[in-house]
Each structure stands twice: as C-alpha cells, then as structure tokens.
C-alpha cells in the first residue's frame, strides 16, 4: 500500500467512534509505560474487563468488495456471522497505535450480517502490551463497494450494542502481572451473542469517548490460527481426564461438554508432570494454569480467551468425557517453506526443537516465552530473529521489532530493552543490540528504504548516548547506573564472572558488543549516505584500548574488567566473536573455551560456538553444538523438551519457561556455519557458499525461503556439495578444492 492509500485509511479509521465499555466512564488516561524500577505492580482502576459489542449490517445485495479497518485496546477478537476472524491489533503504543486493514468480501452474506466484537483490557502494567492506562475500547469501519461502482461504509458508533461481561473473573494473577486466570460461568454468557438475530434490546449502549490514540497501520499480518488435536487422552478415574498435545502449543484451549447447570469443572494446564504423572499446573515460571469453569446446563464451549503456554491439560470433576483441543496462535509460519536432514540424529531432533519454539515464540510480537512474560525483549529477539529470517523469509515481524524499539527513545534516548509495554526495562548490551539487528536485517531483505529511516530515526540518537558512557580510552564505564548489565543469564550461569566489580566499572562483556555495535553502525551511516568516519575511529580506539587494558599478557586470555583478576569464558568467548581477539591470542583463548565448554546460559553459548566458527574452529564449534554435556541442547531433549528451555535442564533457573525460542539458534549456525550459505549481497541477490563441514558429518541438506526465493543445499561425502538458487540469483563460492560446489539455478 503506498502512503497516500496508508493515510486515507488512518484518516477514515480515526473518523469513527472510540466504543468503550461503560465500567469505565469515571476513568481517566494515564501514563503508558510505567516510570520506577521494580516497583509491585498496583492494580490502577479498573482491571481484567471483558467487554462485548455488536452490530448488525443488513445487506440486500453482495460488495464486490469489503474491507474492514479494525483496531482496539487492549485486544480484541472479532466474530463475523458467528465465527471468528481476526484477533488484534498486535501490540504498540498509543501514539502508534496499529490497525489492520483486511478483506472480508467472502464473510458477508445476503440479509443480515453479525459484527461482534470481544474486547478485553488487562489494566496491569507488564511487558506483554501497554495497560494500566485506562485505554481501552474499539472501533472499525467496514468499506462496501458494490457492482455498479457505488459504496457505503458502516461506522462504529451509537447503534451499537455493549454487554458488561461477568462471565470472566479471576483469583489471582500470573507471571510478570502478565495474565489474569479465567473463571468461567457459563450461566452468564449470552448465548448466541455473536450470530445474526440475536436479541441485544437488553443491552445498553457503549460509552463513546475519544481517546488520544494516533492510529498507524499494523505492520505485520495477523496471527495464524489453527487446530491441535490432543495426542493423547486418558481417563483417571472420578471424573479425571488428561490431555497430551505431544508438543508445547501457544494458544486457547476450548473445551465442550454438556452438564448439569451449575456443576464446576476445575481445569489445569501445564508444561510437565510432577513425579505422580498429574500435570504441573503450578509453572516453574510463576504461573498457576488453574481455572473453574462453570456449565450453564446447554452444550457448553468454553474458550479461554487468553492465550498460555503448555502441553498437557487435565480436567477434574467431568461426568463425562469432555471434547478438548486447542487453537493455537502464532505468525503466519509455513512449516513446509523450510526443511532439514543431516546423518546426525541428534541434530534432527535439535532442529525440529528449535522450529517449534521459533514457531510458538512468533507472535504477534517476538515474546520472550508465552507464558511468564510474553514480552519482546531485544536480546532474545535478535537471536529469535536470526533463525525466524531463515525459516519464513518473511521480515515484517522483524521490522516491527525493530521499530518498536526505536520508538522507546520517547522514553530514552539510549532505548529500553522491552517493547512495547507498559514496564521499563532498560538492559545494555540490548540496547547495543539494535543496530546489529538492523544491519543482519538489511543484509538478509535488502531493504533499504526501512533502514535507513531507522537509521535517521533511531541510531544517531543511540549513539550519541552511549558517547555519554565513555571513559577517557573510548570504553564504555559505569553502565549499571544507567542500565542494568547481563553478561549472560541466569546469573548461575555466568562462569563465575566477575559481576559486582565490573558492572560499574570497564566490564569486558559490554564493551564487545560496543564495538560490534561501532562497526554496525559504521555500516549502516555509509548505507544512509553519512559520514562515518569518526564512528570507525571510535571504533579502532575501543579495540586498542580493549586489548591494552583488558588482556591479560601472561595467560592471553581476557579479564572480567578493568579492576578485575578473573577471567572468564565469557570475557574471552564474547570478545572471539566479535573480532577482539588479536591473532596472537586466539590459541590461548580456543584452548581455553576447549577446557570450559559451555559453562554458560543458552545466551552465552550461542555467541561463543558462532565464534569458533568464525575463526576456523568449526570442529570444536559443532563438537559443543551436538554435545551431551549437562549444558547442551541435548540435555534439553533428554527432559523432554518439544520447544528450547531457558535453561539448558529445568533445575539450572529459578523459574524456567519451556518455550524460550531464543534457544533456536542451531538452525541459524547450521545454515550459517556449517553449510556456510549467507547473503553476499543485501537481499540475497547473491549467494555466499563457504562451507565448515566437521569430519564426522556423513551429510546433511536444508532448504529455506528468502526474499529473493527458494534456496537449497545438500552435502554428503560422496557426491560433495550442491547448491540450488533461483535463476538471476548470483553464487560467490569461498572453499578449497577439496570442497567443490555444484550449482544449479531453477
């Protein structure tokens, strides 16, 4: 859509009338992101509303075409005649507040048509979208045009009808202050609310208020939506009933059943089962999946309407069996666009593990994990988005991500590290991230039009506040009191790093990624046509002073920090990768990483096995990607792991997810690395093939979509290596003849 159509929409959209929810006629707009750090998160006004509104269009003739332009806060789910069609808006903020623009021609009908809309507001700050600001509400408007070339539009307004929903309550609230549990008393819910011909005369009308929300449109494509059939379905004895869906599923279990009004069904959901074979509804991650539904005496559906995190259901107190399954969410995601195969069967199973926690973790927003958080935070997002890239080509996730980001500088010039949401989190080395997600996104789409107005938006401003951060030799000091410091997570997992003396102070860690975020963003100013001169020279003055303070010339391994003796695999992992190693050292170093292996978080060891294969050690690099040790992805297989952990076993963090698709990075390095294919020119114009294939690897092949089609490769020891690229597509090939490539272009 060009911007001239872009703006006529975002013009008509803001034309119609804000719907709100009568409960909050007393209430005032507040601030949209919360401004002190840890503090509890108060319940401010009203909260956990659920809202409904309807509409019917009675039509005497079909459009040629309908579109609907659609949006709400804090989330909406529309039903068209009765069924469902959308669910939105994806998270922003309000003074970039999306909207989707969607056909609907083949969900209208002759005579009368049902809009109905269930709207939802939270009213808790967290990191899962902006709330605890009283915004809530919807609105729409539905474009007619009909054969003979005339239209009509129909409004949001004050024919509409609105129920104060009391179906829902809860008795306690989950995770981060992320999610609410759902009490259902079905004896309350209005049958057939969402279908043609329903009697709403006893509904009262909306409060109509506008609200200050500057409307842009949506970036991304609405979710996906589809059903999973339980794998598995047991009968426990008195009325106990267990649910395996074989995987971990993002979505909203619906359960159907006919009882007696008034009799209680307690549900639980989990992510494993205890010792007992029940499932574990009380979450490592500080969710308690327990919830009442009450029947109302017809054929009940209950469906919950957030979405959770989990694998296994259990149901007690049913007299009969209950039809269960679930509609799971996520981004648009062809599971058929990608594939891999190698001899090696651990790395199958790591592969399909990593697809899956990819798939669940791509929500309308890259989320951190879908249960206790449901945040995007920029570290886990850049690693997300390394292998999400690969899997789907599709990059608008992507670019949403990065603009999110961008628009946190309203609140910090330096960036948060959550976005959107209502809860302030600034971490430093995501912050430094940004750009080097801008430039892997620029090179993997080629588009050059987004970058460079993040670029111009964004960048000059992030730089010249970490300026403000540097000590008289260009490196970056004392960032814990503006930011707080990672170094890898959990903090058990840090190699003994030397913390409380370094996040202060000249830390190692941070300033690895400073200098990568440098030679970025160096990249990025030339791209944009700016000088970039003095970020190179900034550049060169960190790596010089790096090496001069920070190495250690006895052992040539690299210091925790300035005024620190130790020296941790992370200090000399991050600085591996991301070129600060003189050639002198590198011996030293992998001796060292051989020695250590990943005494680190799935954080840490992403980066450092990346290193290795960017210095040649491709060995040792695959050796730590198949490895068996406590901390690999093979121990998360062996707790029975569907999706990434956040920790390598589920005992190594306080409050492990099983859905942390950050841990999906093996599917990028094996592309990346091991079968050497990266985009030589921006958009994968052409082909760069350098290969690393380690002795042991009888063959392997994938195949995964770009933006510039289809591509494919396979090796194995007797035929070598073939490449498949669309026609036009060019190939640069970087291996010895030892490796000789054959190219086909289709």
Known sequence: MNANAEQMDTDLIASAAWLMDPRFKDTQVGDCIEKFHDLPQALIGVNNVHSY??????????PIRAVLHITGDDTFKLYINGHFFVQGPEPGYP???PYYTLPVTEQLRLGPNSLAAHVYYHGCYCRAFNSGDNRSGFLMVLELTFADGSQ???????DWKCHQSSTFSANHLMGYSTQFNENMDLRLEPAGWREAGFDDTSWEAPLIRRQDHVFIPAVAAPLAHWRAEPAKIESRGEGVWFYDFGMELAGHTRIRLHGTAGHVLLVRHGEELNSDGSVRHELRCNCKYEDEITLSGREDVAEFYDYRG?????IHHASVQPEVWVDVRHYPFDEAASGFDCSEPLLNDIWKMSKLGIQMGSQDIFVDCPTREKGQYTGDTYMTVLSQLILTGDPALTRKAIRDFQLTQRFD??????????????LAEWSLLWPVMLHYYYWTTGDKVFTIEMVNTGLKMLLEWFVGMEDQNGLLTGMDRKKWVLVDWPANLRDGYDYENTKNDVNTVVNTFYYEMLNCSAGLMSLAGRDNAAILSRAERLRTAFIGHLLDPATRLFRDGANSSHQSLHASGFALRFGLVPKEAQPEIIQFMRQKRLACGLYGAHYFIEGLFQVGQHELAYDLLTSHDDHSWAEMLRHGAT???????PDQKWNTSFCHPAGGTPIYLLVRYVMGLTP????????KVAPQIPAKLERMKVRFPTVAGPISAEYDKVNGYRLTVPEGIGVAVCTDELMPVIVTHT
């Open 53 to 62: 509104f309807r509409k019917e269009v009675v039509l005497d003739r079909l």
């Open 413 to 426: 010039p330096g960036m948060l590290a959550v976005a959107p949401g209502s809860f302030r989190q600034e």
């Open 680 to 687: 030589a020119a921006p958009g994968w114009k052409t082909v």
């Open 152 to 158: 009509t539009r129909h409004f949001s307004g004050p």
């Open 310 to 314: 989990f694998r296994y259901i259990e």
């Open 95 to 97: 003074f970039a507040h």
């Open 643 to 649: 999706a990434p952990l956040e920790a390598w076993a």
